[in-house]
């Protein structure tokens, strides 16, 4: 069974970099046709996707977020990685990190990120980690 776990500071100070490590046990990262995806979650609001990094190691981004998001992953480790740069306080949130599985088109010979649903109920997630963003 896989199981992610999140890791990083609690408290980011504004303009800062957001660095937050995703570790993962029970399967690889390199397993074809699964999708690793950060989301957050801020105070009051919804499910927010944030990134995903592919089996492939390629990368996909909210456009919201695309000038100040990077996600790598360290395939020694099972490990992916969340950075957030230049943030506002708004960016306080739980963050997460979860595993999906891509979308199979082309008759099956294609394969790609799967549509997001703000909902915890698909794919695989970790439990979370608080992050505020305040001096």
């Known amino acids: 069974q896989v199981q992610l776990q999140e890791s990083g500071p609690g408290l980011v100070k504004p303009s800062q970099t957001l660095s937050l490590t995703c570790t993962v046990s029970?399967?690889?990262?390199?397993?074809?046709?699964?999708?690793w995806s950060w989301i957050r979650q801020p105070p009051g609001k919804g499910l927010e996707w944030i990134g995903y990094?592919?089996?492939?190691?390629?990368?996909y981004y909210s456009p919201s977020l695309k000038s100040r998001t990077s996600i790598s992953r360290d395939t020694s480790k099972n490990q992916f990685t969340l950075q957030l740069s230049s943030v506002p306080p708004e960016d306080t949130g739980v963050y997460y990190c979860?595993?999906?599985?891509?979308?199979?088109?082309?008759?099956?010979?294609?394969?790609?990120?799967?549509?997001?649903?703000?909902?915890?109920?698909?794919?695989?997630w970790g439990q979370g980690t608080q992050v505020t963003v305040s001096s």
């Open positions: 029970g399967r690889s990262i390199t397993t074809n046709y699964y999708y």
């Open positions: 990094i592919a089996y492939s190691g390629s990368t």
């Open positions: 979860a595993m999906f599985v891509g979308e199979f088109y082309g008759s099956g010979y294609g394969c790609r990120p799967p549509p997001f649903e703000p909902t915890t109920s698909l794919g695989s």
